[in-house]
T-cell receptor, first 113, second 111 residues
Framework: EAQVTQNPRYLITVTGKKLTVTCSQN?????MSWYRQDPGLGLRQIYY???????DKGDVPEGYKVSRKEKRNFPLILESPSPNQTSLYFC????????????FGPGTRLLVL | GESVGLHLPTLSVQEGDNSIINCAYS??????FIWYKQESGKGPQFIID?????DKRQGQRVTVLLNKTVKHLSLQIAATQPGDSAVYFC??????????FGAGTRLFVKA
């Protein structure tokens, strides 16, 4: 089954404790992206990757890092989480055509205390 | 499931009626538009898309209308069903890798 998976689905952590949210897709997509979703703000793009070892900032990259060492995986790293990063996070992927629809993962709910 | 938007515009319709969800997009250079549906506890799911060289596109029970003059997009759902209850997002793309999402509209379908 074609899908995007994220882990963990739920995470509670404390300020400053590094964490990684994993994202994996099995569709051989070249493009992957991370979004955060906050009430009333829709989805805002954090980072995206056009291919292995090629990443770029989205609209809200501060406080986040990403890496793309393999085509299927695109982890999101919070080196020093802060309470304003409490949010619902989605990973998405699409084929390399610039205007292809994105397939979203199920989301990761993060609470930073 | 998770709440994805506590203060979203809300549309309430009777089962069987048609629904119209509106969206104003921001960038006149955007040339590709997508509607997504998000059910509680799930990620957004593609519904229908339209490119800027079109003003209407139809799918199964859904129609998207694009008015580039006023930068307006609408999603029409025919014969709305309880399973259509969700949050609906419009998204725009200017041809690059960045996609801009609207804040969303919550659709309630009354049985």
């Amino acid at each position: 089954e074609a899908q995007v998976t994220q882990n963990p689905r739920y995470l509670i952590t404390v300020t400053g404790k590094k964490l990684t949210v994993t994202c994996s897709q099995n569709m051989n997509h070249e493009y992957m992206s991370w979004y955060r979703q906050d009430p009333g703000l829709g989805l805002r793009q954090i980072y995206y990757s056009m291919n292995v070892e090629v990443t770029d900032k989205g609209d809200v990259p501060e406080g986040y890092k990403v890496s793309r060492k393999e085509k299927r995986n695109f982890p999101l790293i919070l080196e020093s989480p802060s309470p304003n990063q409490t949010s619902l996070y989605f990973c998405a992927s699409s084929s390399n055509t610039l205007q292809e629809t994105q397939y979203f993962g199920p989301g990761t709910r993060l609470l930073v205390l | 499931g998770e709440s994805v938007g506590l203060h979203l515009p809300t549309l309430s319709v009777q089962e069987g009626d048609n629904s119209i969800i509106n969206c104003a997009y921001s960038n006149s250079a955007s040339d590709y538009f997508i509607w997504y549906k998000q059910e509680s506890g799930k990620g957004p799911q593609f519904i229908i898309d339209i490119r800027s060289n079109m003003d209407k596109r139809q799918g199964q029970r859904v129609t998207v209308l694009l008015n580039k003059t006023v930068k307006h997009l609408s999603l029409q759902i025919a014969a709305t069903q309880p399973g259509d209850s969700a949050v609906y997002f419009c998204a725009e793309n200017t041809g690059g890798f960045k996609t801009i999402f609207g804040a969303g509209t919550r659709l309630f379908v009354k049985a």
